[in-house]
């Protein structure tokens, strides 16, 4: 079945860096890829949607500059987290779907876990 | 009201139970839903999707009811390794564009 593969799956940073997380769908073209940000004991909440060769959708409330999506190619979409904090630890995953298969679900990364210390 | 609202429970249903979940959404454009399970500290993985006329894989049946905007799960005879949160997805397309919205997920515990 289809794969994303999500990496690092975790990654402790100091305040002020920046991380980028990196989605790749390994055996299909991924027109959309989401990314996602899940708090302790919270559901996963939409940041963003990207399109390949498209600029990314944000969410209300969430800062396109702080959060920068590239979608460059059909099977990879990075999220870069910029000058992080700590308030931006959480789980980080991406999913990706091919137009027109939907019903089949999205196939989801495997989540990033960032601390920011 | 939420785009898609699911009762965060926890249920705690003995093994073999019977338990059913639903799920309301507001969108009633919306074109294509899903059940997703996410195990503790885990990435969701896909369930099952959800059809019109409704579908059953082994001891999990979704059901779709468009006219009062609810998809519903039934597990039958629950085991222990049911216990998860399960999600519920409702994704939209427009123009070309798919939006995906999470419910907030049912907590589910089996107990022995």
């Known amino acids: 079945g289809a794969v994303v593969s999500q990496h690092p799956s975790w990654v402790i940073c100091k305040s002020g860096t920046s991380v980028k997380i990196e989605c790749r769908s390994l055996d299909f073209q991924a027109t959309t890829m989401f990314w996602y940000r899940q708090f302790p004991k919270q559901s996963l909440m939409l940041m963003a949607t990207s399109n390949e060769g498209s600029k990314a959708t944000y969410e209300q409330g969430v800062e396109k500059d702080k959060f920068l999506i590239n979608h460059a190619s059909l099977t990879l979409s990075t999220l870069t987290v910029t000058s992080a904090h700590p308030e931006d630890s959480s789980f980080y995953i991406c999913s990706a779907s091919t137009r027109g298969s939907f019903d089949y679900g999205y196939t989801f990364g495997s989540g990033t876990r960032l601390t920011v210390v | 009201r939420k785009e898609v609202e699911q009762d965060p429970g926890p249920f705690n249903v003995p093994e073999g139970a019977t338990v059913a979940f639903n799920c309301t959404y507001s969108?009633?454009?919306?074109?294509?839903f899903f059940w997703y399970r996410q195990d503790c500290r885990k990435e969701p993985k896909l369930l099952m999707s959800?059809?019109?006329s409704g579908n059953e894989d082994g001891r999990f049946t979704a059901q779709l009811n468009r006219a009062s905007q609810y998809i519903s799960l039934l597990i039958r005879d629950s085991k222990l390794s049911d216990s998860a949160t399960y999600l519920c997805?409702?994704?939209?397309?427009?123009?070309?564009?798919?939006?995906?919205?999470f419910g907030t997920g049912t907590k589910l515990q089996v107990i022995p």
């Open positions: 959800v059809y019109s």
């Open positions: 997805v409702v994704n939209d397309e427009s123009g070309g564009y798919q939006k995906v919205t």
């Open positions: 969108n009633s454009a919306s074109q294509s």
